[in-house]
């Protein structure tokens, strides 16, 4: 069991919050991107495929 890796999943920030909701640029700095083209890589779990589905026109998955 040590041995298993956790899923995990890319995400690039391609473009910019400004203009959203408050909602959405919420969900942007809760999965940990802050500039434009940043990455970040999160743990594949159905939270964070929900919060990448609301901003699915802000990200992109790599």
Known sequence: MATEQKKTVKVQLVRSPIG???SHRDTVRGLGLRK???VSELEDT???R???NKID???KVL
């Open 20 to 22: 959203t909701k408050q």
């Open 57 to 59: 026109y802000l990200v």
């Open 36 to 38: 434009l083209n940043s």
């Open 50 to 52: 929900g919060m990448i």
């Open 46 to 48: 159905p939270a964070v």
